[in-house]
């Protein structure tokens, strides 16, 4: 399955059959290589919280896993994000940008493989976020991101979505020296992206958003 430069699809993240969060992306191209899309600020989005309004970073793990859940609609005000998802890698890596569209660093979202989707005129990418990340500065060094709490939920596996945590560490180690090298997609490519003037954010996520999940 392939998608369409410009198509709007759906990029969700599921956590143990259950929608963690959910964004709308412009197809920026989408080859043997892998798929890359673009997120803009203002997009509609969704995440899972607690059934106080709590989202899952701002409680102990031990807390969330004891909580029922409900779906806050909300709007991606962070900075737009270009996202790069290699074909069949437990990866995908993320170019962030400052106000004025200057490259800021990489960020290497560690997942498993995303799984493609498509209902009628509605698509999209289903993956499963590992958590544990990776941040990659322009000079190419280096520094995990959220390894504490990749940690706190690793003791809880029987409610934790993450199952092989050497196989999370050493696929960002594998990154790393790809990174370190400056091998691509670390070499520059897409630093200096700019979207398509026409891609503006929808006003609100499309039906079937919430279609049920092609990963467990």
């Known amino acids: 399955m392939r998608f369409q430069p410009g198509q709007l699809i759906m990029h969700r993240n599921v956590r143990r059959g259950r929608l963690g969060w959910v964004r709308p992306a412009r197809v920026v191209s989408d080859d043997e290589h892998g798929l890359l899309v673009w997120l803009d600020r203002g997009s509609p989005v969704a995440n899972e919280v607690a059934d106080d309004g709590r989202g899952m970073r701002a409680m102990p793990f031990t807390e969330w896993i004891t909580r029922s859940y409900q779906i806050k609609h909300g709007f991606w005000l962070g900075p737009p994000v270009l996202k790069f998802l290699p074909t069949g890698a ?43 990340d990776v941040v990659i500065r322009p000079d190419r060094s280096w520094t995990w991101k959220d390894e504490e709490e990749f940690v706190e939920r690793l003791a809880f596996p029987e409610h934790y ?27 520059g490519t897409w630093c200096d992206f700019r979207p ?18 092609a990963v467990g």
């Open 196 to 213: 398509e003037p026409s891609w503006s954010p929808p006003a609100e996520l499309p039906l079937g958003w919430d279609r049920p999940p």
């Open 90 to 132: 437990a990866h995908s890596v993320w170019w962030f940008r400052d106000d004025d569209h200057q490259f800021l660093n990489w960020y290497v979202n560690l997942e498993e493989p995303g799984v493609r989707w498509a209902d009628d005129e509605l698509a999209g990418v289903d993956v499963v976020d590992q958590d544990l």
């Open 161 to 187: 979505w993450v199952r092989d945590e050497a196989a999370v560490r050493a696929e960002g180690r594998r990154v790393i020296t790809i990174a370190e090298a400056g091998e691509f997609p670390f070499d």
